[in-house]
């Protein structure tokens, strides 16, 4: 069985930084895309930053030149540095990998536990 382990988030001033890391633990041939993903309260779950296999990477408009997501194939893990966090990056932050287990299953979709991440004014 796969899971997602988050570790990092907290509490930080506005203008402050944080990092995020999520690790995949559990058997697996291959983990393509990596994301992170957050949702507010009272908000639908929006995307923050992925990650492709080749390197590739997505942002949002609103972290882009901000947040800087990396990965780290030999130890299946993704990272979400953020710099000049503002009140509106107040959230709990969700990773996500899209990977295959064995050459026995398909592609599948996997989150980790969501880490909460605290932006004060």
């Known amino acids: 069985q796969v899971q997602l382990v988050e570790s990092g988030g907290g509490l930080v001033q506005a203008g402050g930084s944080l990092g995020l890391s999520c690790a995949a633990s559990g058997s697996t041939l291959s983990i393509n895309t990596m994301g992170w993903y957050r949702q507010a309260p009272g908000k639908q779950r929006e995307l923050v930053a992925r990650?492709?296999?080749?390197?590739?990477?997505v942002y949002a408009d609103s972290v882009k030149s901000r947040f800087t997501i990396s990965r780290d194939n030999a130890n299946n893990t993704v990272y979400l540095r953020m710099n000049t966090l503002k009140s509106e990056d107040t959230a709990v932050y969700y990773c996500?990998?899209?990977?295959?287990?064995?050459?026995?299953?398909?592609?599948?979709?996997?989150w980790g536990q969501g880490t909460q991440v605290t932006v004060s004014p």
């Open positions: 990650i492709t296999g080749g390197g590739n990477t």
């Open positions: 996500n990998m899209n990977l295959v287990r064995s050459r026995r299953y398909r592609e599948e979709t996997y």
